[in-house]
C-alpha cells in the first residue's frame, strides 16, 4: 500500500458526460501527479500540482482539468467525455517539488470505460 | 521532449533463472530513472530507482545498472520467482516529470 487513496476504483458513463476523479496524497507529500494508462498510449503525464499550484503540464486534454485543494488533495474532472478517454488514471504524490527529484508514489488508480 | 524505448515488451524465464529489461532515453539531461512494477489491477509501485550521479544500484535480488555516455539503463532480476511475474516499466526524469518506457511483461514460469 503506498499511501495513495483514489476513489472511485471503477466509473462507467456515456460519451459526452463528465466525471470527476479524486486523490488523496499520502500524509506530508506536497504534489500530486495525474497520469494516464491506456493501451495504446502506454502511461502518459498529464499534470502535476505542488501546494495547490500547477507547476508541470502534460499531454492532457483543453477538455480535461485538476485542480489541489488546501487540504491537499487533488481532482481531476474530464468533461465532454469520448469513447477513446476510457482508460485508468493514476495519481502519484512525492514529498515537494524542488528541482532534485523527488519519488513518486502511485494509487491504485481510477478505471473509467465511456460507453 | 523525452522519448524512453524499452525492451523486450514480453520476456518468459524459467523460474531461478535472471530476467533483463532494458531502457534508452532521449534527453541527456535526465537524472532520474526509476522502475516500476505493476500487477494486475493495481497501481505502479516503485522497485528500485538510481540517480544520475550512480553508475549501479542494487537491492537484494534487483538491480539497476545506468550508462550516462550511451543513455541507456537497466534493469536486473536474478534467481526469479513466480511472484515476480508482473509488468515493469523504466522511466526518466529531469524535473519531476516521469516519462515512462511501454513496459515488459514478464512471465516467470515455475
Known amino acids: 500500500d503506498s499511501g495513495v487513496t483514489q476513489t472511485p476504483k471503477h466509473l462507467i458513463t456515456a460519451t459526452g458526460q463528465r466525471v470527476t476523479l479524486r486523490c488523496s496524497p499520502r500524509s506530508g507529500d506536497l504534489s500530486v501527479y495525474w497520469y494516464q494508462q491506456s493501451l495504446d498510449q502506454g502511461l502518459q503525464f498529464l499534470i502535476q500540482y505542488y501546494n495547490g499550484e500547477e507547476r508541470a503540464k502534460g499531454n492532457i486534454l483543453e477538455r480535461f482539468s485538476a485542480q489541489q485543494f488546501p487540504d491537499l488533495h487533488s481532482e481531476l474532472n474530464l468533461s465532454s467525455l469520448e469513447l477513446g478517454d476510457s482508460a485508468l488514471y493514476f495519481c502519484a504524490s512525492s514529498l515537494a517539488s524542488g528541482g532534485r527529484t523527488d519519488t513518486q508514489y502511485f494509487g491504485p488508480g481510477t478505471r473509467l470505460t465511456v460507453l | ?110
Open chain 2, 1 to 110: 521532449g523525452e522519448n524512453v524505448e524499452q525492451h523486450p515488451s514480453t520476456l518468459s524465464v524459467q523460474e531461478g533463472d535472471s530476467a533483463v529489461i532494458k531502457c534508452t532515453y532521449s534527453d541527456s539531461a535526465s537524472n532520474y530513472f526509476p522502475w516500476y512494477k505493476q500487477e494486475l489491477g493495481k497501481g505502479p509501485q516503485l522497485i528500485i530507482d538510481i540517480r544520475s550521479n550512480v553508475g549501479e544500484k542494487k537491492d537484494q535480488r534487483i538491480a539497476v545498472t545506468l550508462n550516462k555516455t550511451a543513455k541507456h539503463f537497466s534493469l536486473h532480476i536474478t534467481e526469479t520467482q513466480p511472484e515476480d511475474s508482473a509488468v515493469y516499466f523504466c522511466a526518466a526524469s529531469w524535473g519531476n516529470k516521469l516519462t515512462f518506457g511501454g513496459g515488459t511483461r514478464v512471465l516467470v514460469k515455475p
